[in-house]
């Protein structure tokens, strides 16, 4: 079973930028897929951005183009994402899952793995 790890959460003022990292585990040598989710409060989780590890293959939503960067070490089955200009509304857990179907949905039933959370705020 393949368990992920998220870190970077914090406190961040609107319009500032921050770096959430995932890292993989299991028992094979390369996670097959991410996802980032993020789920504020009194909502359901919505699905941000997934990578295919074998292709390089990403899907992200239309909201985040252009206020984003993906990295990735796969060597060390870790993922990032550097979110730029954030809003206040961003604010939430966000979540990292693995081992699913990454797809242009970005469908949270498509992840079999997931990490506990990390906490985003964005300050007004």
């Known amino acids: 079973q393949v368990q992920v790890v998220e870190s970077g959460g914090g406190l961040v003022q609107s319009g500032g930028s921050l770096t959430l990292a995932c890292v993989g585990s299991?028992?094979?040598?390369?996670?097959?897929?991410y996802g980032w989710f993020r789920q504020a409060a009194g909502k359901e989780r919505e699905g941000l951005s997934c990578?295919?590890?074998?292709?390089?293959?990403?899907y992200y939503s239309a909201s985040l183009e252009g206020r984003f960067i993906m990295s990735r070490d796969y060597a060390k089955n870790t993922i990032f994402q550097q979110r730029n200009n954030l809003k206040h509304e961003e604010t939430g857990v966000y979540f990292c899952?693995?081992?699913?179907?990454?797809?242009?949905?970005?469908?949270?039933?498509?992840?079999?793995?997931w990490g506990q959370g990390t906490q985003v705020t964005v300050s007004s």
């Open positions: 899952a693995a081992s699913g179907y990454c797809s242009r949905a970005i469908a949270a039933a498509g992840f079999d793995s």
């Open positions: 299991g028992p094979t040598a390369r996670v097959a897929s």
């Open positions: 990578i295919n590890t074998h292709d390089d293959k990403t």
